[in-house]
RNA sequence: GGAGAGUUGGCUGAGCGGUCAAAAGCAGCAGACUGUAAAUCUGCCGGGCCACGCCCUACGAAGGUUCGAAUCCUCCACUCUCCA
């Protein structure tokens, strides 16, 4: 069988890397930025509203790859229905990279309705409360049959504040979850190791040793923005990245803010996926190149720029700051869809930004220009 | 003309002698959101202040009963329903 996916670096900056990922699915630029697709959908937008996103006219637009979720498709439509209609990327339209994350940040998510055992982990569904159950063998089995370009190992995701000792049992789960998780990957999904071990150095360190050791087609950074403060995110990803194989891709799952994603990639992050753009947009709070703009303030109203001068985004082109917030105010659909076309076109410029600068061994100038001009407060100049 | 019901903070609407500056919802103002149980959640929401407590003005208007009234009585104004 071919390789299921190939990683290439072209440049680095520093830890910084630029590099590309072709997968069955078309090629991905890296460092990536993955909007989140829970549902096979990235909320508020359709397929083609997605690919629309990204700021630049005359280049293909859109993300090059997305995210699903395993435990959310599993109860709905069902790995059944999914493999009959040809896998996620024919049922929703979607030509380009998938990738899916495995059930694990479910274990931290649901912990209330959740059992975890050696064999795998007992879920009441949140929908119905009917019973279901994810191991590695069977989360790898679903992945593959949504046609996943990429899935990931089964983990746990443990809570943030467990004790050394509750982690490092949770970690050692872990680590043979993910050999579980390899021997069950038969089909053409790449697989990607998840690294845990909390916030303790030490047990990173086993766990970036343990993962790396293992025949993943990639490596992910797991069990952060679990409710860390930001320092011991910023402290575990600076311990964990460097000892993650040189050769395979590095994801750093659910983070982050823009900011994150700067010091991630510095730190040898090329990949990086969050609900932030989407949820954040769907509540009305915006990012943009200026800083944060909270959409209902009262300040907005009569507000007739676009919502980010530097920004040419179909929002940021067609609609005023003045318009979002009466959308946002009267509670129509519209103001998820702008919102959300505009915070995802960021994040993709943003990482497209992020791209040129390592190329160019430009990221920290980068960098602090972002920063200084977000820190500004010029949003309402 | 007759009988009855009602008038509460921007709105709807509880309360029916003290624990009421007055429930709840909405609207409004602000904040949060990091591998999505989120178009969600949280706080504020009469005014003032040397502000975790105090003062002022408040439940249609005016009088009264009472130690004490949004709550009881009188009268006035207005609104609504039904019967002629």
Redesign the pocket.
């Known amino acids: 069988m071919a390789k299921r996916i190939e990683f290439q670096v072209s440049a680095t900056d520093g830890s910084a890397r630029r590099g590309e990922i072709v997968t069955r699915h078309g090629t991905i630029q890296t460092p990536v930025f993955m909007p989140?697709g829970?549902l096979a959908s990235?909320?508020s937008l359709t397929t083609e509203q997605l690919k629309q996103c990204g700021a630049a006219p005359e280049a293909p637009n859109g993300p090059e790859i997305i995210?699903n979720?395993t435990y959310?498709l599993m109860l709905r439509p069902g790995v059944d229905l999914l493999e009959q209609l040809g896998g996620v990327h024919r049922f929703m339209n979607w030509d380009r990279a998938v990738l899916s994350?495995?059930g694990?940040?479910?274990v931290?998510?649901?912990s209330?309705?959740r059992k975890v055992r050696e064999e795998g982990v007992e879920f009441r569904s949140?929908i119905d409360g009917s019973a279901h159950f994810l191991s590695p063998e069977t989360s790898i089995d679903i992945q593959q049959r949504m046609g996943v370009d990429i899935a990931?190992a089964f983990?746990e995701?443990p809570a943030y504040g467990l004790s050394h000792a509750e982690v490092e049992k949770s970690m050692e789960m872990t680590h043979r979850w993910a050999r579980r998780s390899l021997a069950a990957r038969t089909g053409e999904s790449a697989l990607f190791g998840?690294v845990q071990g909390g916030i303790h150095p030490d047990l990173r360190k086993r766990s970036a040793e343990e993962i790396g050791s293992i025949d993943f087609d990639g490596v992910?950074i797991?069990?952060?923005?679990?409710g860390e403060p930001?320092h011991e995110m910023l402290e575990v990803m600076n311990v964990t990245a460097p000892l993650l194989p040189a050769d395979k891709p590095r994801y750093l799952?659910?983070?982050?803010?823009p900011e994150?994603l700067l010091d991630g990639v510095a730190a040898g992050i090329d990949m990086f996926?969050?609900?932030?753009p989407?949820?954040?947009a769907?509540?009305?709070?915006l990012f943009t190149s200026l800083g944060k703009v909270?959409i209902?303030?009262?300040?907005y109203?009569t507000d007739q720029r676009p919502l980010d001068p530097n920004c040419s985004c179909v929002t940021c082109r067609t609609v005023s700051r003045a318009y979002l917030r009466h959308l946002f105010?009267t509670?129509e659909?519209a103001a998820?869809v702008y919102n959300t076309i505009h915070n995802v076109s960021f994040y993709l410029d943003l990482m497209r930004g992020i791209r040129q600068s390592v190329a160019s061994k430009s990221l920290q100038a980068f960098r602090d220009a972002f920063l200084s001009r977000v820190v500004s407060g010029e949003v309402d100049a």
Do not use: E, P, Y
Request: glycine share 12%; hydrophobic share 40%; aromatic share 4%.
């Open positions: 989140v829970t990235v909320k995210l979720n959310h994350d495995s694990g940040f479910q931290f998510s649901l209330s309705i949140h990931m983990d995701c998840i992910a797991g069990g952060v923005s679990v930001k799952m659910g983070v982050g803010t994150d996926d969050c609900v932030m989407t949820r954040n769907r509540n009305g709070s909270a209902k303030n009262a300040r109203a105010m509670g659909i998820m």
